[in-house]
T-cell receptor, first 113, second 112 residues
Framework: GENVEQHPSTLSVQEGDSAVIKCTYS??????FPWYKQELGKRPQLIID???NVGEKKDQRIAVTLNKTAKHFSLHITETQPEDSAVYFC???WGAGSYQLTFGKGTKLSVIP | DVKVTQSSRYLVKRTGEKVFLECVQD?????MFWYRQDPGLGLRLIYF???????EKGDIPEGYSVSREKKERFSLILESASTNQTSMYLC???????????FGQGTRLTVV
């Protein structure tokens, strides 16, 4: 199946700084790359996703970039705020037409006020 | 608002018991998933279903089975619970794997 590697596993930043989380995937046919945020004690929720026909997507302070040649994609959070503290998961489907979504192991982001 | 509801928030079961975890979604989603979440291991797929009565193994199906008799309901069954199945279990549903997955609130299962 798809192998999704996520780094770093933990990340601490000062409020106002930027945070970057990176994921690599193994299946070159994968065409959809979502990012989920899980706050403490809550369910994971989609915050942004990107499809393989674009290289970058932005939504306010959050952006995702995709490099299909290198098979990696990254989440960028600018002007971090304490409410950004959470665990972030990347994911990728197991090839085109797959029903299976494989998640990375997660990154615990702590934003220090 | 999409709702994915898991039948229990917390469960404590004894080793060897048969355990049923229930999940219901109200958005007519074709796909439903069961994940297990453990610290440092992320979300690992146990089983998924893309249609009524259809099921596929995920990455860690051993010791589990599933049932999907109706489109809105997807059940995870631990045939004989063991202590290494103590974990947080998350159900999710979605139209396709390339669209948003909606998660339930999770069931924290403790096997003693």
């Amino acid at each position: 199946g798809e192998n999704v590697e996520q780094h770093p596993s933990t990340l601490s930043v000062q409020e106002g700084d930027s945070a970057v989380i990176k994921c690599t995937y193994s299946d070159s046919a994968s065409n959809y790359f979502p990012w989920y945020k899980q706050e403490l004690g809550k369910r994971p929720q989609l915050i942004i996703d990107i499809r393989s026909n674009v290289g970058e997507k932005k939504d306010q302070r959050i952006a995702v970039t995709l490099n299909k040649t290198a098979k990696h994609f990254s989440l960028h959070i600018t002007e971090t705020q304490p409410e950004d503290s959470a665990v972030y998961f990347c994911a990728a489907p197991w090839g085109a037409g797959s029903y299976q979504l494989t998640f990375g192991k997660g990154t615990k982001l702590s934003v220090i006020p | 608002d999409v709702k994915v509801t898991q039948s229990s928030r917390y469960l404590v079961k004894r080793t060897g018991e048969k355990v049923f975890l229930e999940c219901v979604q109200d958005m007519d989603h074709e796909n439903m998933f069961w994940y297990r979440q453990d610290p440092g291991l992320g979300l690992r797929l146990i089983y998924f279903s893309y249609d009524v009565k259809m099921k596929e193994k995920g990455d860690i199906p051993e010791g589990y089975s599933v049932s999907r008799e109706k489109k809105e309901r997807f059940s995870l069954i631990l045939e004989s619970a063991s202590t290494n199945q103590t974990s947080m279990y998350l159900c999710a549903s979605g139209y396709r794997v390339t669209t948003e997955a909606f998660f339930g609130q999770g069931t924290r299962l403790t096997v003693v």
